[in-house]
């Protein structure tokens, strides 16, 4: 190597770090002017499994050795430029209508105590407007995602006594289908939405509640869409078009979401993000269904024991920045928001390790060439947008319609009707 070309490398070496700086730091000054407005985080059922219901000696301002596997705090969230936030309401889909019903007010009220102990660090939104005005005063604006329409129990009156606590979107599905809504993870019983369901989603439109189709069939999101009169939200999925996952959103999908003026909150789930995951996850899956169904008396850890060994892939942030660009470049930057799912899940993307990382994220997307107006748009513009658009439907909707009255039947054969 001649002398000029050491030069060029040494002071290429020099400079690579600094200007790698420069991105991050023109992303944490991009998001202390548009935080970061995230789609779902799992807090709350943390502090549940974690804390056993207790939000008193819950360290939030920031974690100790007790909490792990907690990846959420005061510190972190402020490190990651994140200036609001959906808490999932999370109630597991195996309960029982009339237990999940009350295992959901818990989750409200854990959230609520949450926020009522930290008053100078968050506060409870209910409006787009609360939103930016909490946001500005450099708290985390609050505001609650239902997850799992099983979390009504068939009744419109719970939809509407939940948006009253709080709840600004239902995710209509979680992991198994409902009465009269199909899960993107379980057999349909209704292809897609059933008449109530469509009934569901008039009554949220009605009240201004995001309709939110993460979870949901491909069948349902076309019936929602078909049905819906406000912005709908994707609150933690990404592309299908990237990872063929079935939590993912079609291409047929994203391409309405412009005419509905709705929003898909890319989140960092490993399958989701990388197809290489994904098949991993899926070979394994099958594996350990097989030999559950040739050692049915075996216990979890004999299963676990008799596994193959398999090396796991692992999903990267370059793996989000990917979803990020094929949203834009299918459907554009309108359409695009952050659903981390931080404390949703066991496992992180490398670079995504919890709620700190946002600014590497953005950093990649300046990288990529994303102007601060783009990505102003993905932290918290979009979503905000959407969120104003759905109390603006409300509002008319209140004056043309009175709340429904219509009651969940169920017929001699086990179909849903009215």
């Excluded at 407007?129 to 979390?151: F, L, T």
């Excluded at 209704?190 to 008449?195: A, H, I």
């Amino acid at each position: 190597m001649t002398l000029f070309a050491r030069a060029l490398l040494a002071a290429f070496l020099m400079t690579a770090p600094v200007l790698a700086q420069n991105d991050t730091d023109r992303a944490r000054e991009l998001l202390s002017q548009a935080p970061v407005f995230d789609g779902h985080n799992d807090l709350p059922f943390a502090i549940r499994l974690a804390n056993e219901h207790r939000v008193s000696d819950f360290p939030y301002e920031r974690l100790d050795d007790r909490f792990a596997d907690v990846v959420t705090d005061a510190e972190r969230l402020e490190a990651g430029g994140l200036g609001a936030q959906f808490w999932s309401v999370y109630v597991p889909a195996s309960l029982p209508e009339p237990e999940a019903v009350v295992t959901v007010l818990e989750q409200i009220d854990i959230a609520d105590r949450l926020i009522a102990q930290h008053p100078d660090l968050l506060e409870k939104a209910k409006t787009a407007a609360d939103v930016r005005r909490i946001m500005a005063q450099g708290k985390v604006a609050s505001m609650y995602g239902v997850e799992g329409g099983h979390a009504i129990a068939n009744s419109l009156a719970v939809l509407r006594k939940l948006y009253d606590l709080g709840a600004r979107y239902m995710t209509l599905t979680h992991s198994a289908s409902l009465d009269w809504a199909d899960s993107s993870t379980d057999q349909p019983k209704s292809d897609g939405l059933s008449p109530f369901g469509e009934e569901v989603v008039r009554e949220m439109n009605r009240l201004g509640m995001l309709v939110d189709l993460s979870h949901v069939s491909e069948a349902t999101m076309n019936d929602a869409l078909d049905v819906a009169e406000a912005p709908v939200i994707f609150s933690h999925s990404s592309a299908r078009g990237v990872s063929g996952h079935p939590r993912n959103v079609p291409d047929s999908v994203l391409q309405r979401l412009p005419d509905n003026g709705g929003v898909v909150m890319i989140t960092f789930v490993e399958p989701f993000l990388n197809e290489g995951r994904r098949q991993w996850s899926a070979r394994q899956a099958a594996e350990e269904a097989r030999l559950k169904s040739l050692n049915p008396g075996w216990t979890d850890e004999q299963v676990d024991a008799a596994m193959p060994e398999s090396e796991m892939p692992k999903a990267s942030l370059s793996d989000a920045a990917d979803h990020i660009d094929y949203v834009r470049d299918l459907i554009g930057v309108d359409h695009i928001g952050i659903g981390g799912d931080f404390d949703g899940i066991s496992t992180y993307p490398e670079g995504l390790e919890d709620v700190s990382t946002y600014p590497a994220l953005f950093a990649e997307l300046l990288r990529r060439g994303y102007s601060e107006e783009d990505l102003a748009k993905i932290s918290s513009g979009n979503i905000l947008r959407a969120l104003e658009a759905a109390e603006t439907v409300s509002t008319r909707l209140k004056r043309e319609r009175a709340p429904s009255e219509l009651l969940f039947v169920e017929d001699e054969t086990g179909e849903a009707g009215q």
